[in-house]
């Protein structure tokens, strides 16, 4: 009974480097969503993915941020050059085919930038 | 202009009081609302999806209610392990089909 799995759950960075988030859905979902969580706010849509496509884009920093969903794979969400204002919690969430369908997330990747 | 809202910000109980969080939306063309808890350090865990007025859902000690401008979380009798951040997310006509989220209701049930 898998879920949503991210990995890794923890990541430091240091400023100017790279950082790839990985997430596979769940069983059987082919949507997958990424949400950005700073400490005090609340969840931000960053990007919606299905596979080889990007459906919607609209939360995403224009500049060093980058996600992708291949045919065979996770889905990654790529971070170049971070900065400490990239600091943050970075959740992966998945549903079925069809827009009303329920999104289930992961337990998260905690990105630190020093 | 926040299009999802939650209230109240903070909300502590002691066990056994039943008590209400509200989210309020703005959107238009509804379809869906979300109500999903955040342990911390945890993602959210999916709670009830309502799609239309009048329709509510329950779950143990919850019970999420839905009208055309805001959605309940009813709390009945709650116990210490239901302390937790609630989170309220809509999914609207004009999005693609990703979700909008309050900054969520923090919840502590003291024994």
């Known amino acids: 009974n898998a879920g949503v799995m991210q990995n890794p759950r923890h990541l430091v960075r240091r400023r100017g480097q790279e950082a790839r988030l990985r997430c596979s859905p769940m069983?059987?979902?082919?949507?997958v969503y990424w949400y950005r969580q700073l400490p005090e706010e609340g969840l931000k849509f960053m990007v919606y993915?299905?596979?080889?496509?990007?459906?919607?884009e609209s939360g995403m920093p224009k500049e060093r941020f980058s996600a992708e969903f291949p045919k065979e794979g996770p889905s990654i969400l790529r971070i170049q050059q971070v900065v400490r204002g990239d600091s943050a919690a970075y959740f992966c969430?998945?549903?079925?085919?069809?827009?009303?369908?329920?999104?289930?997330f992961g337990e998260g990747s905690w990105l630190t930038v020093v | 202009e926040d299009q999802v809202t939650q209230s109240p910000e903070a909300l502590r109980l002691q066990e056994g009081e039943s008590s209400s969080l509200n989210c309020s939306y703005t959107?238009?063309?509804?379809?869906?609302l979300f109500w999903y808890r955040q342990d911390p350090g945890k993602g959210p865990e999916f709670l009830f999806t309502?799609?239309?007025a009048g329709e509510e859902k329950e779950k143990e000690r919850l019970k999420a209610t839905l009208t055309k401008k805001e959605s309940f979380l009813h709390i009945t009798a709650p116990k210490p392990e239901d302390s937790a951040t609630y989170l309220c997310?809509?999914?609207?006509?004009?999005?693609?089909?990703?979700?909008?989220f309050g900054k969520g209701t923090k919840l502590s049930v003291k024994p």
């Open positions: 959107v238009s063309g509804l379809r869906g």
């Open positions: 993915l299905q596979k080889e496509n990007i459906i919607d």
């Open positions: 969430a998945s549903s079925q085919q069809g827009s009303g369908n329920t999104i289930y």
């Open positions: 069983k059987g979902h082919s949507h």
């Open positions: 309502l799609y239309s």
């Open positions: 997310a809509v999914r609207w006509g004009g999005s693609q089909g990703n979700l909008i």
